[in-house]
Nanobody
Framework: QVQLVESGGGLVQPGGSLRLSCAAS????????MGWYRQAPGKQRELVAR???????ADSVKGRFTISRDIARNTVTVYLQMNALKPEDTAVYLC??????????WGQGTQVTVSS
């Protein structure tokens, strides 16, 4: 499994923006997919956005969130730009990487709180 190092998150007012980042060691060819999930208290973990060649988004974030990827020689960094944030976006956001060897890795999670 690969270590995923997350950064970003925090407290923001409704309508505000945040950017999350997740750095994974290894070349791009090591990963089938990378993305972000979130889990709110009392709710199931859900997919927010991921890159599998193309990009996929949850319906609830389409048009507001953008996932992107930066590829370096030995590091892949995935970003989640979150705009027009709503209170219902409040959750712990977790980075996810699906490796070509079949392993799935998770980041430690970063809290996003949208509140006035």
């Amino acid at each position: 499994q690969v270590q995923l190092v997350e950064s970003g998150g925090g407290l923001v007012q409704p309508g505000g923006s945040l950017r999350l980042s997740c750095a994974a060691s290894g070349s791009i060819f090591k990963f089938n997919a990378m993305g972000w999930y979130r889990q709110a208290p009392g709710k199931q973990r859900e997919l927010v956005a991921r890159i599998v060649g193309n990009t996929n988004y949850a319906d609830s974030v389409k048009g507001r969130f953008t996932i992107s990827r930066d590829i370096a020689r030995n590091t892949v960094t995935v970003y989640l730009q979150m705009n027009a944030l709503k209170p219902e976006d409040t959750a712990v956001y977790l980075c996810n990487a699906q490796e070509t060897n079949g392993f799935t890795s998770w980041g430690q999670g970063t809290q996003v709180t949208v509140s006035s």
